[in-house]
């Protein structure tokens, strides 16, 4: 059974900063690469940011490119994303991704966390 829990979403004002943090309750975290996808109201669900299951190689959406950062800890199981020069455009809801893979996943992910609320008020 794969669980994963979202923290750090909040309100923040335009330009702010947050970071996003994912604690992933799987045994062999090293085989799974992970990502962040949001939910913006009345619209679909779209791919935010990825890593690898060593966090050797990233990928990000365009709109975000330069202003967020995913990264890993797999001695701790968690993923983050570091979300700076926040912009009211990227309030949504961001969950969590996994996918067993050893290279980076955009699409449609295996298993899907909560999902935690960002609010950038302008």
């Known amino acids: 059974q794969v669980q994963l829990v979202e923290s750090g979403g909040g309100l923040v004002q335009a330009g702010g900063s947050l970071r996003l943090s994912c604690a992933a309750s799987i045994r062999t975290f090293r085989s799974y690469a992970m990502g962040w996808f949001r939910q913006a109201p009345g619209k679909e669900r779209e791919f935010v940011a990825a890593i690898s299951w060593s966090g050797g190689t990233t990928d990000y959406a365009n709109s975000v490119k330069g202003r967020f950062t995913i990264s890993r800890d797999n001695t701790k199981n968690t993923v983050y994303l570091r979300m700076n020069s926040l912009k009211p455009e990227d309030t949504a809801i961001y969950y969590c991704?996994?996918?067993?893979?050893?290279?980076?996943?955009?699409?449609?992910?295996?298993?899907w966390g909560q999902g935690t609320q960002v609010t950038v008020s302008s």
């Open positions: 991704a996994a996918t067993r893979s050893l290279v980076v996943v955009t699409t449609t992910p295996d298993y």
